[in-house]
């Protein structure tokens, strides 16, 4: 079995809470290589076939610092053949009309540049008003609300890690 690599940003801690959770989930350490992207390269992100990106939405639709550092150097990666899932952490209430930008944003930039996106996610019974990550009305990955919505991340992390699973055949 291909293991998966999981690379996040995080500055507050949720996006990385998100992240072990999602590790756990999908089979533990064995399965799943966990990476703060602070500590990476983009060129690790061409060492896996199978990838989990997580990236928290800052200020007015902004890539977390540390996805804004290699954002121009993921040009230099080649996408094509990998299978690539998106979660993203943010504020659908207090930044409505740009909740999960960040992970659309890298999402289009990946895609763009080959990769193959799974993990789509229902945007039903969200409450916000635009965002770079909708896709034929779905989001292009999990969208995480702990602002809002904490009694939700577990469940809602349980079922994509599910659906993630399946399309990584793991």
């Given at each position: 079995m291909a293991k998966v690599g999981l690379f996040y940003g995080s500055t507050t801690g949720k996006t990385a809470d998100a992240a072990e959770q999602m590790q756990a989930a999908l089979g533990g350490d064995t399965v799943?290589?966990?990476?703060?992207?602070?500590?990476?390269?983009a060129a690790n992100l061409a060492e896996y076939d199978y990838l989990i990106i997580g990236c928290p939405t800052w200020n007015i639709g902004d890539l977390q610092d540390d996805w804004d550092a290699i954002f121009?150097?993921?040009d230099d990666v080649d996408f094509s053949g990998?299978?690539?899932?998106?979660?993203?952490?943010?504020?659908?209430?207090g930044y409505a009309d740009n909740f999960q930008d960040a992970m659309g944003i890298l999402e289009e930039k990946i895609a763009e540049l080959g990769g193959k996106t799974?993990?789509?996610?229902?945007?039903?019974g969200y409450e916000h008003n635009d965002s770079k990550a909708m896709r034929d009305g779905k989001f292009c990955g999990l969208a995480l609300d702990d602002d809002n919505e904490s009694e939700?991340?577990?469940?809602?992390?349980?079922?994509w890690c599910s659906q993630v699973k399946s399309a990584f055949g793991i």
């Open positions: 799943v290589d966990l990476h703060d992207i602070s500590d990476k390269s121009e150097d993921l990998k299978t690539v899932a998106y979660f993203g952490t943010g504020d659908q209430v799974v993990g789509y996610w229902p945007a039903d939700k991340t577990e469940e809602r992390i349980q079922t």
